[in-house]
């Protein structure tokens, strides 16, 4: 089983960057087809961010994030990352990040298109 591990969470201004990271441990990410990010914020249901295709020849995005956030992977260092940019006070949230061995054209967007899970990473943006 792989074990998911979220890093790059923090406190920012409106406006500002982050990049999270989402490492694979105990097995490589290529055993896996599809890696998503995600996130919660309180009283919310998780929702979808991000995905990528391990292949790489693949992404798509929420519109809520589009042209905002970026999604890539780095297969020799065995981590994908979600680089967020122009960041505002509603993408604070828990961020999580999943994988999944399904085969798809495109990466899920559901929770339940993703069967491993990390710990997630507090983003938190101020006004």
């Known amino acids: 089983q792989v074990q998911l591990v979220e890093s790059g969470g923090g406190l920012v201004q409106a406006g500002g960057s982050l990049r999270l990271s989402c490492a694979a441990s105990g097995r490589a990410f290529t055993t896996y087809t599809t890696v998503g990010w995600f996130r919660q914020a309180p009283g919310k249901e998780r929702e979808f961010v991000a995905g990528?295709?391990?292949?790489?020849?693949?992404?798509n995005y929420a519109d809520s994030v589009k042209g905002r956030f970026t999604i890539s992977r780095d297969s020799a260092r065995n981590t994908v990352y979600l680089q967020m940019n122009s960041l505002k006070p509603e993408d604070t949230a828990v961020y999580y990040c999943?994988?999944?061995?399904?085969?798809?054209?495109?990466?899920?967007?559901?929770?339940?298109?993703?069967?491993?899970w990390g710990q997630g990473t507090q983003v938190t943006v101020s006004s």
């Open positions: 999943a994988a999944d061995r399904r085969w798809r054209v495109v990466p899920g967007q559901t929770p339940g298109d993703y069967t491993n």
């Open positions: 990528i295709r391990w292949s790489g020849d693949s992404t």
